[in-house]
Structures are given as C-alpha cells and as structure tokens.
C-alpha cells in the first residue's frame, strides 16, 4: 500500500471473491452494478431502439423542463466561486506535502489538461456552432456584422469559463483532499468535508463515485460519438467514404483499439506525448487558418470577441428563456453544454488532479480555468470567424454543409480557404488531430474510470473499460445519433449538478481551516 498523503490511489476495500473479475477491472459490488446499469442500456438498445431512444429522450425532456435554471445557477456561482479561490489568502499552500514538485513541466501540464478537457469536440464545432448561431438565438437582433458578434459571443460562452470553473473546482477538491491530506485520488475524495472520513469510504462514497463513473461513460461517449461523425467526415472529403452511423462505429472502434493500447503505454509515454504532438499540430492548423483566411478580419473579430465575452459572459449566462420556442433553443444548446460539461467532470478532474501534484492552489485555479479559456477565444474566434467571413461572402457556402450535416462544416471552410492541394492537406490534419484527440480522451477516460472502480490502472481493467466505453458510444448512436447523445448527457448532468454544490462548500471549508504548514501523516487505514 502507498504512504498515506503521497496522493497514490490506495482505496479500503473487501476482497472480491472472484479474482478474475478484479483484474478485469470489477473488484467491487459498485463497479458490478456500474457494468449491469451499463448492460442493460446496451441491451434495451439492441432489443428496441424506439423504446430506449423514448425513455432517454423523455428523461431528458423532464430534467430540462424543472432544472434547466438550476444548470445556469449553477455555471454562474461556479464562476464566482473560482473568482474567490484566485484571490483566497491561502491560495499559495501546495497539493501536496509543502517540500512536493510538480511531476510534469508546465508544457507537458498544459498539453494534457488542455487535451483531456476539450479535445475534439473543440474542432468539431468550431465552424458549425457559429454557423448555427448566426442563423437563429434568442439575442439575435439582425443580420451581417451583428450576427457574426453574437453568433461567437454565444459559441465562446459554451466553451469558456462556466465549463472550466466545473472542472477547477472538484479537480482542486480532489487534489487538495487526495495529495495534501492523504485520502486517495477519487471523485468522492472531494466529498470527504461532506460524508467524513469514515464514510467517504463506505457506500455513500462508493455512490458518489457510481454516479462519476457514469457521468464519465456518459460524458465521454458523447463526445467520442459526436467526434466520430467529424472524423467521417473528413475521411469522406479524402476518400469518398459515406457519412454513415455504419462507418462511425467502425472508426469508433478502432479508436477504442488506439486508445486502449496507449492507456497501456502509460500516463508519462502515452498520454503526455499525444497530448503534446495535439498541441504543436492544432498550433499549425491554426496559423494555417490565419495566414489563407482573411486576416485583417480574423485579428479585429478576435478584438472584438474578447471584450464581447467580458461584457456579456455574466447576464448572458444568467439567462433562462421564458418562452417554448426559447426553452427549445436553450436545451439544444446552453443547458446541453453546461450538463455536458458536468458529465465530463469527474473524469476531467479527477484527470487533472492526477497530474497537478505539487502545484499551489493559486497556480492550479489560475492556469487550469485562464489558459484553456484564452486558447479556446483564439481556436473559435479564427475558425469560427473564418466560416463566418465566408458565410457572408458566399451565402450557402458553409450553411448549406453544416444543414446536412454539423460534421461537415470544418470541411466545407476548409475547401473555401485554399486551392485543392492545399485544402487536402489541411483536412488530412484535420483528420489526424480528431483522431488523436479520439485517442487521448479514450485513454485518460480510461485511466481515470480504473480509478473510480478501484482497479487502479491494471492492463485487464483498461481493457474492459476502454471496450465498455467503445460499446456505449455504439449504443447512443445507434439510438438517434447527436439526439441520443445530446439528451445522456443532460441526464447525467443533473445528479453532479447536485454534487457539485456540497463539493464547493466543503472545498471552501476544508481551506478556510488550512494551517499552512505540512499536514500530519494520516494513518494508513484511513487512506482511500
């Protein structure tokens, strides 16, 4: 067993009378009725899709007709509590023993959490959400110059800092209680102010971490499946395959493979060096984009875009429609993301506790919501500007592909931004970064749902999860597509929703009594 406070993942659990079933990554009676749950979603949508597709379908309906306002609450006070920690006198003590360094470098830190919180779903929407927005939202007041201001102010509020104060917040509660104070590296360790010491590691966490595991599977599996039509897409511009459901399970399981084989590699051979070719070959694309597009636009948008989304980012975020043509458009879009955030926030932080050990608590806040937000107004901003210049320019011309299909808008700009040639080539990077961005989500995702299971990281383990995740994103697909995936993650999202708000107190509790010194070594029983 690790040393309590080294923030090693060290749970207390009753042997599994099965072996077997441990190493395949079920050494617990929570992770059985995770994979039953899971088995019988599967199997209802084997044996009938319309009856499954109704029941999700109407599950979700039901969460965003009495809590959609809870959803917006809640992404704001996120915010405002993060704005707090950042300023928090306290703020400079360490996640971890106060002599702890950082295990990774700053580069490879921001690589990894920039590619496990966003990653491929950046590249996907970032010309088709515009588009969508430009054509109908509720602050739409006309057309031309005020379209394309509020068609990003709204793309960048989805993609900003309300997803990223969900992830600060219990990434910092799980590496506060996890490396400074000795409890292990789970998605309950954020709880432990909440359900004390004694039962953080009894059914009640063992609950809170069910509910994590399938906000992971649920979180993840829609964005491999949203991102697998984006992949198709790209592969139909290169080699004239058809964008089908047929075809984005074949990608969705070699991906799997891909995935499997690098969660096998390792954290440090894996993960950190796709995460970091992710960033030095989006940072390509990107100028790419900036040196064929119309630059002087792209460099003003971007301008303008940034004190937009520090004007509007407060009272539009606070708002809630009144009306059913209004609640229609704000659960496709704002409620969907803010749950789909908070689908992906056990894994995301749970992730990126793992590798900001020996971080302070000011560094963590600061970097972990500053950074991914700045890189996402710039990725939105010259992508999204771009599909929106030539949406003026050509009415039809990125629309039209994006009404088909949203896979097909990033091919679309990228056909009217260069020559042939060269536009084939952009897309093959296309192609190559949602692969990859496939690839790095699947692995981490892995890793951290071994964690939550309590089969720490053993091969068998990453093996079962990674194909259960595989078989999931199937099921959703087969279901409705980015109906079915769009409505799991709404689902899921409300019970975190509630999570969330006890995480944050108790957060604030736990620094509020901070010492600043080393805490004192907690007995070894008392890890989890």
């Given amino acids: 067993m690790a040393q309590p406070g080294r923030g090693e993942y060290a749970p207390r ?25 899971i088995g019988a979603f599967v199997a209802l949508a084997a044996v009938s899709i319309a009856a499954a597709n109704q029941t999700l379908v109407a599950a979700k309906d039901w969460v965003v007709g009495y809590f959609d306002w809870l959803f917006v609450a809640l992404a704001t006070a996120a915010i405002a509590a993060v704005g707090v920690l950042a300023i928090w006198p306290r703020a400079n003590v360490r996640l971890g023993p106060e002599d702890s360094q950082p295990e990774f470098g700053r580069l490879s ?36 110059d005020d379209g394309v201001r509020s068609a990003l102010r709204i793309t960048v509020l989805h993609w900003g800092f309300h997803g990223w104060a969900f992830y600060v917040l219990a990434g910092l509660a799980i590496a506060y209680f996890g490396h400074r104070k000795g409890y292990g590296l789970s998605f309950r360790t954020a709880l432990v102010p909440v359900l004390g010491a004694r039962q953080v590691d009894r059914w009640p966490g063992r609950a809170v971490d069910l509910i994590a595991l399938f906000g992971t599977v649920c979180g993840v599996s829609t964005s491999i ?16 395959v058809d964008v089908t459901i047929p075809t984005q399970i074949g ?17 440090d051979r894996g993960i950190r060096r796709l995460s970091e070719l992710n960033v ?5 694309l990107l100028a790419a984009f900036v040196a064929l597009g119309p630059t002087g636009f792209l460099l003003e948008l971007f301008g303008r875009t940034l004190v937009d989304y520090a004007v509007h980012f407060v009272p539009t975020g606070l708002y809630v429609a009144d009306d059913a043509e209004g609640r229609s458009w704000q659960a496709s879009w704002t409620v969907f993301y ?3 955030w908070l689908a992906w926030t056990p894994f995301v932080s749970l992730f990126i506790a793992r590798i900001s050990r020996g971080r302070t608590v000011r560094e963590f806040v600061v970097a972990v919501m500053g950074v991914p937000t700045l890189v996402t107004l710039v990725w939105m901003t010259m992508l999204g500007g771009t ?22 808008g990033l091919v679309a700009v990228i056909g009217n931004l260069a020559s042939p040639e060269v536009g084939r080539g952009l897309v093959v990077v296309a192609a190559f970064l949602l692969f990859t961005w496939l690839i790095t989500s699947l692995d981490s995702a892995t890793l951290v749902v071994c964690h939550l299971v309590g089969a720490r990281e053993a091969p068998g383990a990453k093996v079962f999860w990674g194909l259960s995740l595989a078989v999931v994103t199937v099921a959703l697909l087969r279901l409705g597509g980015l109906e079915a995936l769009q409505a799991a993650s709404i689902v899921i999202g409300l019970p975190l929703a509630l999570l969330i708000v006890p995480l944050g107190v108790g957060l604030f509790g736990a620094l509020a009594r901070e010492g600043g010194g080393a805490p004192a070594p907690k007995e070894p029983g008392r890890a989890s």
């Avoid at 030095?280 to 390509?284: D, L």
Wanted: glycine share 12%; aromatic share 10%; charged share 5%.
């Fill in 13 to 37: 659990m009753p042997a599994t009378p099965d072996p077997l079933l441990a190493r395949i990554g079920l050494p617990t009676r929570s992770s059985w009725l995770a994979v039953l749950s």
């Fill in 387 to 408: 599909a929106l210049h030539q949406e003026l320019a050509v009415p039809g011309s990125v629309s039209a592909a994006v009404a088909e299909d949203y896979s097909k």
């Fill in 225 to 240: 499946g949203i991102s697998a039509g984006g992949m198709n897409a790209t592969l139909g511009s290169l080699f004239g």
């Fill in 251 to 267: 990608i969705v399981f070699g991906v799997c493979i891909l995935g499997i084989l690098s969660a096998l590699s390792g954290l």
């Fill in 109 to 144: 830190w921001f690589a990894m959490l920039f590619s496990a919180g966003l990653a491929s779903g950046l590249l996907y929407w970032a010309a088709a959400e515009p588009i969508l927005h430009q054509q109908d939202n509720p602050f739409l007041t006309g057309s031309g």
């Fill in 280 to 284: 030095w070959v989006s940072a390509g």
């Fill in 338 to 340: 803010w749950a789909w």
